[in-house]
């Protein structure tokens, strides 16, 4: 009962603040204190608020990966997440399709798979990307490097697949069975 009381005064405070980096801080700190019985109050905000503020998205996806889900919440939790493809920032496609491999049942690979290649416009991206990274001026000692290019995504997103075989065998095989489809 107190891990519950405490989710909710958590929640409260998110509801009461308009800044991002306390939501975030207080995003982070819910599953020190949270557990099994605290749960169901906690799962609905978070992805609410992952849904709605893609500043806090990683903070929730992080805090949802850290908490004990039960099957009905992996699948919304996972539904949610899926849907997130098509209006992911470029910089949180890699905490994305990571969370998506660690919460997916494996008979829903394959499927997760489909969803990726289907909903994860790596073109759309890039633009996106490139229209908003800031270019460095000729004083700054950042390089071209600190902007983002198509390879730079397709390597991260390589990078996220080699992650999720790393962590689950079966990945492995629904990569190749969706790999080979096309």
């Given at each position: 009962?107190?891990?519950t009381?405490?989710?909710?005064?958590?929640?409260?405070a998110?509801s009461?603040t308009n800044s991002?980096?306390?939501k975030r801080?207080i995003?982070?700190?819910?599953?020190e204190?949270?557990d099994?019985?605290?749960?169901?109050?906690?799962?609905?905000?978070?992805?609410?608020?992952?849904?709605?503020?893609?500043?806090?998205m990683a903070?929730c996806?992080?805090?949802?990966s850290n908490?004990?889900?039960?099957?009905?919440?992996i699948?919304?939790v996972?539904?949610a997440a899926?849907?997130?493809?098509?209006?992911?920032?470029?910089?949180?496609?890699?905490v994305?399709?990571k969370?998506?491999?660690?919460?997916?049942?494996?008979?829903?690979?394959?499927?997760?798979?489909k969803?990726?290649?289907?909903?994860?416009?790596?073109e759309t991206?890039?633009?996106?990307a490139?229209?908003?990274?800031?270019v460095?001026?000729?004083?700054?000692?950042s390089s071209?490097?600190?902007?983002?290019?198509a390879?730079d995504f397709a390597?991260l997103l390589?990078?996220?697949l080699?992650?999720?075989i790393?962590?689950?065998?079966?990945?492995?095989?629904?990569?190749?069975?969706?790999?080979?489809?096309f």
């Open positions: 009962e107190n891990s009381t405490l989710s909710e005064a958590f929640l409260n998110l009461m991002v980096s306390l801080d995003i982070i700190w819910i599953p204190t949270a099994d019985r605290s749960v169901d109050v906690l799962v609905a905000p978070l992805v609410q608020m992952m849904e709605n503020d893609p500043e806090l903070a996806l992080d805090t949802l908490l004990k889900l039960r099957d009905e919440h699948s919304d996972q539904r899926t849907d997130l493809l098509n209006s992911v920032d470029p910089e949180n496609i890699h994305l399709i969370f998506l491999f660690h919460v997916v049942k494996t008979e829903n690979l394959t499927r997760l798979f969803d990726i290649r289907s909903k994860l416009k790596l991206l890039n633009i996106s490139v229209k908003t990274s800031k460095p001026s000729s004083s700054s000692k071209s490097k600190d902007r983002p290019s390879i390597t390589i990078e996220c080699k992650s999720g790393r962590a689950r065998h079966e990945v492995v095989t629904a990569f190749l069975q969706e790999f080979t489809s």
